[in-house]
């Protein structure tokens, strides 16, 4: 029995410092992996436009390893694919782009380890990414010091100027979501919506914006509910807010089979009841793979404004175009990406180069932060999601201008989806 | 009141799950005094040898043979990991070596996954399909598993009663010592007890294939659960898990039911810390003094 306790306590001890380590639950996942550097040449294919002179090199900040790694696979992608194109077209300022890798592992620890690296040996001169809040907020103090521009890709709302001085968001934000959603509620003229989504950082962040927008629109949130990140059975949350009655579901998951999961509990209650979902609901793979296409009735999405298309117009060439040369680039990563994902990687190398570029070469935080926050608006003839702007309020590239309501199932090449309202 | 008995049958029905992972937990722990940390991924990679093999056109006979497979895989591969655990506890005089190894296979597990199949979760096809319940559907999965774990049960209670492997095995819990000096092949049989674990969770992970989350992270998750029904109900004593399983499924069903999905891991640790405050042993774990 003394060995029995000895063992259970250990035991216990164990694995709640595993439960520690590896973290459970929300789109912040950490996990165990070796810091694993690369640098990329971006290479000139002997175009009139051959880049020369000392290299600009950009960190790329991902997980290349651990939980998030599929993100980090999207993301070194995007930045390997746009260092090609940008030495192609003549690099940034005539200059060639140089990539510098540094695996985050998804970890601040690790992030900030990779970031010191980025910043005292490879002496980088911008940097895009990281990828997950955390490690961003983690990391920014020292790109901050240090005073180099960066691009993340995170959706925190923590990411203020005041934090984030020099650094600028390719993702789009949680509250710029439900911003789209209420409108779409209203605009679908319900006058009370249930809410659910996981219980991680971003998505308590929704469900605050939520309450306070679905308020000011007079619509009434009749419950909310939240799921583990391991859960499969969401009819427990479906059963409460079936209860109050909702005329509509406003879903906010954060994987494609989290997105299934929800609707999956829709079917099997025989809860018949409209669902505006989010960003997740563009991951149609997994969903349908986890509910049915069928389950897709009375669903929409929300995905970026360069991933839809309306019937009449088609896909956008530019995105086509995008399409194409990621896939020729590496056919294997491109048939299991997220290119709208990709995009977002592709196009904070795109910003770079225009932020210099507009700025007689400078390549100082303070001098292209100021432009950028001055009015520019970014990708209007370059990269794939156009008309990005910021301002010293607001550093976030992506607002709800750069959002469209989808029908998820209706996909052409490349995810892009058919928008729901086409006039 | 519907409402409620929709959740409790769910609830059986993943907790029937987290019985099997008990049940695992039981079988190595009575022969070795080993807790092995890995139950929970091995749960994930039975359920992986489903997502690797099922489709939709699998018959249902085709459908029991794979299960049956999963079980003799995931058999030999916690075999393989018991000869791994044990070696290094068969010269040492420090007897903690097990912590290192089982938590160390349950990360390259993690690792493994992420290199076979990706960081997503992988899905099942649905060979069961859905039974009408109080005007819901419910997936007949959760019926396969508790079927599963009801007969897992019966047939290791059997085994451990009536065969000789099974007796000796029980004679090892009881006092592993005076068992090897009658001369048991207590090491041969250690293994076994591994495999035994493989077994139910390679079954377990690929009957319930359709209500686990399948992805590189989700070990940790059925590790936890599995431990706590074991924990609950009462550490070696497969009848207490049996119970366990379900009581801890329901309870955190009906937390996300009433609470939200936010508090079930905080209920079923709740449920945990209640059960050893009242009888620390467990609903049905015995005292384990024995007088001379």
Same mark, same amino acid.
């Given at each position: 029995m003394?060995?029995?306790?000895?063992v259970?306590?250990?035991?216990?001890?164990?694995?709640?410092?595993?439960?520690?380590?590896?973290?459970?639950?929300?789109?912040?996942?950490?996990?165990a992996?070796?810091?694993?550097?690369?640098?990329?040449?971006?290479?000139?294919?002997?175009?009139?436009?051959?880049p020369?002179?000392?290299?600009?090199?950009?960190?790329?900040?991902?997980?290349?390893?651990?939980?998030?790694?599929?993100?980090?696979e999207?993301?070194?992608?995007g930045?390997?694919?746009?260092?090609?194109?940008l030495?192609?077209?003549?690099?940034?300022?005539?200059?060639?782009?140089?990539?510098?890798?540094?695996?985050?592992?998804?970890?601040?620890?690790?992030?900030?380890?990779?970031?010191?690296?980025?910043?005292t040996?490879?002496?980088?001169d911008f940097?895009?990414?990281?990828?997950?809040?955390?490690?961003?907020?983690?990391t920014?103090?020292?790109?901050?010091?240090?005073?180099?521009?960066?691009?993340?890709?995170?959706?925190?709302?923590?990411?203020t100027?005041?934090?984030?001085?020099?650094?600028?968001?390719?993702?789009?934000n949680?509250?710029?979501q439900?911003?789209?959603?209420?409108?779409?509620?209203?605009s679908?003229?319900?006058?009370?919506?249930?809410f659910?989504?996981?219980?991680?950082?971003?998505?308590?962040t929704?469900?605050?914006?939520?309450?306070?927008?679905?308020?000011?629109a007079?619509i009434?949130?009749?419950?909310s509910?939240?799921?583990?990140?391991?859960?499969?059975?969401?009819?427990?949350?479906?059963?409460?807010?079936?209860?109050?009655?909702?005329?509509?579901?406003?879903?906010?998951?954060?994987?494609?089979?989290?997105?299934?999961?929800?609707?999956?509990?829709?079917e099997?209650?025989?809860?018949?009841?409209?669902?505006?979902?989010?960003?997740?609901?563009?991951?149609?793979?997994?969903?349908?793979?986890?509910?049915?296409?069928?389950?897709f009735?009375?669903?929409?999405?929300?995905?970026?404004?360069?991933?839809?298309?309306?019937?009449?117009?088609?896909?956008d060439?530019?995105?086509?175009?995008?399409?194409a040369?990621?896939?020729?680039?590496?056919?294997?990563?491109?048939a299991?990406?997220?290119?709208?994902?990709?995009?977002?990687?592709?196009?904070?190398l795109?910003?770079?180069?225009?932020?210099?570029?507009?700025?007689?070469?400078?390549?100082?935080?303070?001098?292209?932060?100021?432009?950028?926050?001055?009015?520019?608006?970014?990708?209007?003839?370059?990269?794939?999601?156009?008309?990005?702007?910021?301002?010293?309020?607001?550093?976030f590239?992506?607002?709800?201008?750069?959002?469209?309501?989808v029908?998820?199932?209706?996909?052409?090449e490349?995810?892009?989806?058919?928008r729901?309202?086409c006039? | 009141?519907?409402?409620?008995?929709?959740?409790?049958?769910?609830?059986?029905?993943?907790?029937?799950?987290?019985?099997?992972?008990?049940?695992?937990?039981?079988?190595?722990?009575?022969?070795?005094?080993?807790?092995?940390l890995?139950?929970?991924?091995?749960l994930?990679?039975?359920?992986?040898?489903?997502?690797?093999?099922?489709?939709?056109?699998?018959?249902?006979l085709?459908w029991?043979?794979?299960?049956?497979?999963?079980?003799?895989?995931?058999?030999?591969?916690?075999?393989?990991?018991?000869?791994?655990?044990l070696?290094?506890?068969?010269?040492?005089s420090?007897?903690?070596?097990?912590?290192v190894?089982?938590?160390?296979?349950?990360?390259?597990?993690?690792?493994?996954?992420l290199?076979?199949?990706?960081p997503?979760?992988?899905?099942?096809?649905? !060979?069961?399909?859905? &039974?009408?319940v %109080? $005007?819901?559907?419910?997936?007949?999965?959760?019926?396969?598993? *508790? /079927?599963?774990? @009801?007969?897992?049960?019966a047939?290791?209670?059997?085994?451990?009663?009536?065969?000789?492997t099974?007796?000796?095995?029980?004679?090892?819990?009881?006092?592993?010592?005076?068992?090897?000096?009658?001369?048991?092949a207590?090491?041969?049989?250690?293994?076994?007890?591994?495999?035994?674990?493989?077994?139910?969770?390679?079954m377990?992970?690929?009957?319930?294939?359709?209500?686990?989350?399948l992805t590189?992270?989700?070990?940790l998750?059925?590790?936890?659960?599995?431990? !706590?029904?074991?924990? &609950?109900?009462g %550490? $070696?004593?497969?009848?207490?898990?049996?119970i366990?399983?379900? *009581? /801890?499924?329901? @309870?955190?069903?009906?937390?996300?039911?009433?609470?939200?999905?936010?508090?079930?891991?905080?209920?079923?640790?709740?449920?945990?810390?209640a059960?050893?405050?009242?009888?620390?042993?467990?609903?049905?774990?015995?005292?384990?003094?024995?007088?001379?």
């Open positions: 003394y060995r029995a306790k000895s259970l306590r250990t035991t216990v001890i164990a694995v709640a410092l595993l439960a520690t380590m590896v973290g459970c639950g929300d789109d912040d996942d950490e996990g992996g070796t810091t694993d550097d690369t640098s990329t040449d971006g290479g000139a294919d002997g175009s009139s436009e051959e020369s002179g000392e290299d600009l090199v950009i960190g790329v900040l991902a997980p290349v390893t651990g939980g998030g790694a599929g993100i980090g999207q993301a070194q992608l930045a390997e694919f746009a260092a090609e194109k030495n192609e077209d003549g690099g940034i300022d005539g200059r060639p782009v140089r990539l510098a890798i540094a695996d985050t592992q998804g970890d601040p620890t690790a992030g900030v380890s990779a970031a010191r690296r980025l910043l040996q490879e002496d980088i940097a895009v990414g990281p990828a997950y809040s955390q490690v961003t907020l983690a920014l103090p020292l790109f901050t010091d240090a005073g180099v521009l960066t691009v993340n890709v995170t959706g925190s709302e923590d990411l100027p005041e934090e984030a001085p020099n650094s600028f968001s390719m993702l789009v949680a509250r710029a439900i911003e789209r959603l209420v409108e779409e509620a209203e679908q003229g319900h006058s009370s919506v249930a659910i989504s996981d219980n991680g950082t971003q998505a308590q929704a469900l605050a914006a939520a309450e306070e927008l679905l308020d000011e007079g009434e949130l009749t419950g509910q939240q799921y583990a990140y391991d859960s499969t059975d969401m009819s427990p949350q479906m059963l409460d807010l079936r209860g109050g009655e909702p005329d509509a579901l406003i879903a906010f998951p954060s994987t494609g089979d989290h997105a299934g999961y929800i609707l999956e509990a829709r099997q209650l025989n809860w018949d009841i409209p669902v505006i979902g989010g960003y997740g609901y563009t991951l149609t793979g997994p969903a349908i793979e986890v509910a049915g296409e069928d389950a009735e009375n669903v929409t999405g929300l995905n970026y404004a360069s991933f839809s298309y309306c019937e009449e117009d088609g896909m060439p530019a995105v086509e175009e995008f399409i040369g990621v896939e020729e680039f590496d056919s294997t990563v491109a299991r990406a997220d290119l709208n994902y990709v995009s977002l990687w592709y196009d904070a795109h910003i770079i180069k225009q932020a210099v570029e507009a700025n007689d070469g400078a390549t100082d935080a303070e001098t292209l932060t100021e432009w950028v926050e001055g009015g520019a608006t970014l990708n209007e003839e370059v990269g794939v999601n156009r008309g990005l702007t910021a301002s010293a309020e607001d550093h590239l992506i607002g709800t201008e750069q959002l469209a309501v029908h998820p199932t209706r996909v052409l490349g995810g892009v989806q058919q729901v309202h006039d | 009141m519907e409402e409620v008995l929709i959740i409790t049958m769910r609830g059986i029905g993943i907790g029937a799950v987290y019985s099997l992972i008990a049940y695992a937990f039981n079988a190595v722990f009575n022969a070795t005094a080993v807790l092995n890995a139950q929970g991924h091995l994930v990679l039975g359920g992986l040898v489903g997502a690797e093999f099922v489709t939709a056109d699998t018959s249902f085709g029991l043979v794979l299960a049956v497979v999963a079980g003799v895989l995931l058999a030999v591969f916690a075999a393989a990991q018991g000869v791994i655990t070696a290094p506890l068969r010269s040492a420090e007897q903690w070596s097990w912590l190894t089982t938590l160390a296979v349950s990360v390259i597990i993690d690792a493994l996954i290199r076979w199949r990706g997503s979760a992988a899905v099942v096809p649905d !060979i069961l399909g859905l &039974v009408d %109080l $005007g819901t559907r419910m997936p007949r999965t959760y019926i396969a598993t *508790l /079927v599963l774990s @009801v007969a897992a049960f047939g290791l209670a059997t085994f451990y009663r009536r065969s000789r099974g007796l000796a095995l029980s004679a090892m819990a009881q006092d592993f010592d005076a068992a090897r000096a009658t001369g048991i207590v090491g041969r049989l250690q293994i076994v007890a591994f495999a035994i674990s493989g077994a139910l969770l390679g377990g992970g690929f009957v319930g294939a359709r209500a686990l989350s590189p992270v989700s070990g998750h059925y590790l936890v659960s599995g431990f !706590i029904a074991c924990v &609950v109900g %550490l $070696g004593n497969d009848r207490g898990a049996l366990a399983g379900p *009581l /801890v499924g329901v @309870v955190t069903m009906l937390a996300a039911y009433e609470f939200g999905g936010q508090w079930q891991t905080v209920a079923a640790l709740t449920v945990l810390i059960v050893l405050m009242v009888r620390p042993r467990g609903l049905l774990g015995s005292s384990s003094m024995r007088a001379v």
